[in-house]
């Protein structure tokens, strides 16, 4: 992103980058007709839990004075708003564990102070939402936007990081709590009735919140499954998740009968249209209520929010339009934080939390419509190619039909896109040369056109508003959302921690370091990142304790009562340590790997070899001169050679080699 100038600069650019292809986003989102709700329902499943469990959440960090009525109604009224007006429309907004932690900290606040207390608490955060957007909407009119690209690989890995231990922390707190009678549940003087109450109630959670947990994570994996049909793995893999909530609520009603019916604990929620509800539309009216010495001292939380929405919500734009993405429409980074001071402005008026840009549903958005632009197109160039072939087209009047119907599918201007250079690996495969009668490299529609059709977004506003408008809606399902279990969210919470773990890198080379140097042949036998091969295992374990102990820094200064709300300013900070300090200690070609963004990191292929002469090679790369290497036993060797059954695994030849060369042998010697 370059410098845009002066001020007001990038926004205007945005703007007038965004108008040219505004009627485009809605003409595209209406063509495609009832397959755009696909990915409506995809993201709509992947938004609403979240928001339910944070507002669940909330409710119970708050004292009831905000809920899930509030974190749904903030979620699907910045959505629409974003979805209308917004710069870049794949970006999916929400009410995020960010805002839980700050709003968590403001009623900390509110409630050691007399002259505040919980009646004001509303009011004053109000106060806190006016500054926050005044500092938003400054942020983007001086284009401060432009710092996003300093903002690496590290900073986004210790972010994401941080959310997920606060995740699982969450769901340890929350299972501990359902162990715990409120003053509401105590049912005779004797004890013994809560007793019995509190660990009924407790070993139902433990049993919930880890059946949810498991089925949820080999459900979220269902369409690597060698069993059941493609479309099958597929609805399993998309729409698992909120299938197994359902499932374990409906399970949570099957209990005995002289089980208490209190028991399992469930959601705590207020109605819509409760009086505890309603109340939070007229806090405006409260706003003069509050002392001038806290209005203006609302300016210091207001800082630190406004620089935590910047970042999240800029790292979730830049993720949803990642480079792989392809996509073709501009950017709209200062619009989008210009708009986004506006939303919060809006939302503290009416009392509720702001949304931002989430991770990772933003980037879940853009991948669901870049597979469902990819088959539409694939399946009518394989169509046309087909017809051509029947015909018996030219191979250039072959390729001359697929390119007219991927111009058709095109979602932007002929200026913007470059089909000769899109499809250019596509027309090497088409026009490449018969030999002879080999029909291993003849062009194969259903096969070479899904290897090498570039990707596709279909950049469109509708699949954004409809999912919020589906959030929307679901305030009038409270009453079924307070049927589910309490103990059900905090294995979500904990599935959310352990379900953002792969792919994060940091979280990788902690792993790693639990690793002998001895034995990283096994690393390299699988699926690996490349820094494994590249960079020193010293200069790695050197980098990951340096990212270690500034995690733990940032984590302990959640813990810190009022201080806590700092924490934002560790990853301001993570700049120039990146950009001045680390150069310094880390060769770097070195930092570089370790550092590199998603698109540029390599995925090594796996080492595989029966030789162990090879895996001790493997080994001791990286093993410094003096260290010894790891042994390998006999016991080991035989169970690398044979099954549990005493087989021998490793053959010299296959069965099918074997049969062939008998089946020759018999050719060979059969009498003429």
Known sequence: MESEGGPFKGILRDIEGRRKCYKQDWILGFKTGLRIL???????????????????????????????????????????????????????????????????????????????????????????????????????????????????????ELFGMLIAVLFLQEAIKGLISEFQASKS??????GESDFLWIYTNGLLAVILSLGLLITALKSRRAKSWKYGFGWLRSFIGDYGVPLMVLFWTALSYTIPSKVPETVPRRLFCPLPWEPASLYHWTVIKDMGKVPVMYIFAAIIPAVMIAGLYFFDHSVASQMAQQKEFNLKNPSAYHYDIFLLGIMTLICGLLGLPPSNGVIPQAPMHTKSLAILNRQLTRKKMAKSAKEGMKMKASKSEIYGRMQTVFIEMETCSPQVCSVAADLKDLKEVVMRPDEGGDTKGKFDPDVHIEANLPVRVNEQRLSNLLQSVLVGLTLLAVPVIKMIPSSILW????????????????????LLLFIPQSRLFKVLEGVHASFVELVPYKVIVTFTLFQLVYFLLC????????????????????????????????????LQVLDAADYEEIIA????????????????????????????????????????????????????????????????????
């Open 38 to 156: 696909a990915p409506t329902c995809y993201i709509f499943f992947a938004s609403s839990l979240p928001v339910v469990a944070f507002g669940e959440q909330l409710s119970k960090h708050t004292g009831g004075a905000l809920s899930a009525v509030e974190t749904l109604a903030s979620t699907s009224l910045c959505g629409i708003i974003h979805a209308i007006f917004g710069g870049q429309p794949l970006l999916i907004l929400g009410v995020a564990e960010p805002t839980i932690m700050m709003y968590t900290y403001l009623y900390s606040f509110c409630i050691s102070r007399p002259d505040l207390g919980r009646e004001l608490y509303l009011a004053w955060v109000a106060w806190v939402c006016v500054w926050t957007a005044v500092f938003l909407i400054l942020l983007s009119i001086f284009n401060a936007c432009t710092v996003i690209t300093r903002f690496t690989r590290i900073a986004g």
């Open 185 to 190: 549940e105590h049912h005779d003087k004797s």
């Open 491 to 510: 294995g979500y919470f904990a599935y959310m921690a352990i379900d953002s773990l792969p792919g994060n890198q940091f979280w990788e080379r902690l």
């Open 555 to 590: 984590y302990g200064m959640t813990w810190i009562p009022m201080a806590g709300i700092f924490f934002p300013a560790l990853f301001f900070i993570l700049i120039s340590i990146r950009e001045h300090l680390l150069p310094k200690l880390f060769d770097p070609q070195h």
């Open 605 to 672: 292929a796996p080492l595989q070899h029966p030789s162990f002469a090879y895996r001790k090679l493997g080994s001791s790369r990286h093993l410094s001169e003096g260290e010894k290497e790891d042994e390998f036993h006999d016991a080991e060797i035989l169970d690398e050679m044979t099954t549990s059954r005493g087989e021998v695994r490793i053959r010299t030849i296959s069965f099918r080699e074997a049969s062939l060369e008998s089946e020759e042998r018999r050719v060979t010697f059969e009498p003429h």
